[in-house]
């Protein structure tokens, strides 16, 4: 069993809608919890970055990290094209950072 | 603030080789970590560097070694490269205290052939 399990989609949706990614964790030693954002042939670009259990919201996006049940999601409201990419989660500590396979989102105009 | 820095951006190698690549880290950053992603996964850890020492290591073999410098640049060596090595290498930094969020360079793609 991974670390961090992911959907690799890909996942399409219309522009405007409201997005949503999820990961599972299997690592009780995580303390922190992150969204990455990755075009294609760039480096992963931070979006979002939580240490506890609850809501974090950023502009259109919101994260949420719920450690009982090892769950983490990303939401993303009013979808834009420009958000087509691939969404990575990643959980770790001070020393070593584990990564999801990553979503492929497609948002079509 | 610079952001971080990778170079090359691209690579050819044949199977055998030897191969070096280098990060400029973000300024004020003096944490390094360094990443191999293959086609279509996630970045996989391969070590981190803190004041020019490893203090963290992935599942990845020896002959991947690194060095940081006291300007916090770094380097990634790779001996003996395989064809399975053939990924985009990626370079993160951060500052040491307090929290994990890591700012990633925009990679260099090696291709052994």
């Known amino acids: 069993q991974k670390e961090v399990e992911q959907d690799p989609g890909p996942l399409s949706v219309p522009e405007g809608a409201i997005v949503s990614l999820n990961c599972t964790y299997s690592?009780?030693?995580?303390?922190?919890f992150m969204w990455y954002r990755q075009y294609s042939r760039k480096g992963p670009e931070l979006l979002m970055y939580?240490?506890?259990?609850g809501n974090k919201e950023d502009g259109r996006f919101t994260a949420q990290v719920d450690k009982s049940s090892k769950y983490i999601s990303l939401f993303i409201r009013d979808s834009q094209p420009s958000d087509s990419a691939t969404y990575l989660c990643?959980?770790?500590?001070?020393?070593?950072?584990?990564f999801g396979i990553g979503t492929k989102l497609q948002v079509i105009p | 603030e610079t952001g971080v820095t990778q170079s090359p951006t691209h690579l050819i190698k044949t199977r055998g080789q030897q191969v070096t690549l280098r990060c400029s880290s973000q300024?004020?950053?003096?944490?390094v970590s360094w990443y191999q992603q293959a086609l279509g996964q996630g970045p996989q850890f391969i070590f981190q560097?803190?004041?020019?020492?490893?203090?963290g290591r992935g599942n990845f073999p020896p002959r991947f070694s690194g060095l940081q410098f006291p300007n916090y640049s770094s380097e990634l060596n790779v001996n003996a490269l395989e064809l399975d090595d053939s990924a985009l290498y990626l370079c993160?930094?951060?500052?040491?205290?307090?929290?994990?969020?890591?700012?990633f360079g925009p990679g260099t793609r090696l291709t052994v052939l």
């Open positions: 300024s004020g950053h003096n944490t």
């Open positions: 560097y803190y004041r020019e020492e490893e203090n």
């Open positions: 990643a959980g770790g500590g001070y020393q070593k950072v584990t």
């Open positions: 939580t240490y506890s259990s």
């Open positions: 690592n009780s030693a995580f303390q922190y």
């Open positions: 993160a930094s951060r500052t040491s205290g307090g929290t994990n969020e890591q700012f």
